[in-house]
């Protein structure tokens, strides 16, 4: 029997502000054990939380740049739950009035489809604190450098139907929030993560079945393998006969399993109730336009100006625009070098194939925009056949100097004097009479396999850098 999945997901994303959504903490992450935790974040007693504008302001942001309702009015609730790494006993947190409100998010998928996935809402949070069960021998800790951190939570609406999608719409959100700015979507500190929502019905039965949820997911491979996973639970339940049960569950990616924490609250469980030490936050239209003034230009509106403004294909465009990082990298990689559609080949492949075999981002790669643009002018210029240019790059990316002086030092010019080039040619013609008889007597196709020949010889005779356009040319005439 089939089932249809029906998924929401949960995405906390941690806001880019230096300091916490309600006290001065700073926000940095890898510090001691509660070195960075104030009275506030500690909930001594009498401290009053301070609303951080900045965490506002990306909120706003995140809303308009999905085309959101924004909650002009919103209100600051208290969630109120027992937990050892919360010490107010509740959390700040969003309810009625979040400041995002409805919206919708299009995200496009591996075989080139596009899908809008509805988003419910987005609110204001802070982080709680985080339990310590590795560093005290017999014992558990707890470390509130990530108390009072601040977050937006982002709900979609039950709109994502596989592992694919969600992973595709978990990817477009991550790079919409960094081209905002307002996240560095790093997964593995806990920027981003997900709390994945998920049940199984019939095909075509309007009713949800009974959900689970995962949480906090924090890597697009987990998200894939535990939705996988509790997919498999759930359907090899209900072909027995048996019924799910709405609960919160973990998922164990060296098992890889999902396995019950506990029964799922509601909303009545956390008896919400608007916080009496904060007032509502009140935006009015100028302050609204003001942020939406100051939106950058969106991976969207990207990728067809680098079609347009550059001649890329959408494949390329597509990837070039998956971060802001990339994409500076690419522009300003093609503005040094003048020839964009080369600049788009070298970092989708030489430069793609390092940092993944180096397992490390763009940021970190040890040849520069300028250092490829250099390049692409020595290949432009012919100075560099694309063989040597390959020699030269991977140079670089050892840190052997820049352009000219690798080509110098390893003496890799290109030559390209034709009437050089016009004499090898003839001498290796005149040596092997055999080979250009048969070339001459064979049809078009077989002339293109014996043509190889002639040129390996005079690759070899100039030690691999007769340019070898200018070869093909000089032979084809040779040989006629």
Known sequence: MSWEVVIGLEVHLQLATQSKIFSGSSTRFGAEPNTQASAVDLAMPGMLPVLNEQAVRFAVLFGLGIGAEIGQRSVFDRKNYFYPDLPKGYQISQFEQPIVGKGAFTVTLSDGTTKTIGITRAHLEEDAGKSLHDAIPGASGIDLNRAGTPLLEIVSEPDIRSAEEAVAYLKALHTLVTYLGISDGDMSQGSMRCDINLSLRRPGASEFGTRTEIKNVNSFRFVERAIHSEIERQSDVLEDGGVIIQETRLYDAERDETRSMRSKEVANDYRYFPDPDLLPVVLNDETIDAIRASLPELPDAKRERFKEQYGLGDYDARALCDSQAMANYFEDAAAAGGDAKLAANWMLSE????????????EQAPVSAQQLGQLIVRIKDNTLSSKMAKQVFD??????????AIIEQRGLKQVSDSGALESLVNEVVANNPDQVAQYRAADDGKQKKLLG???????????GQANPKLVNELLNKALK
């Open 395 to 404: 140079a670089l990316w050892q840190g052997e100097g820049d352009v000219d």
């Open 351 to 362: 430069l793609a194939a390092q940092l993944n075999a180096n397992n490390i981002e763009l």
């Open 453 to 463: 020949f002639f040129v390996g010889q005079i690759m070899k005779a100039s030690k």
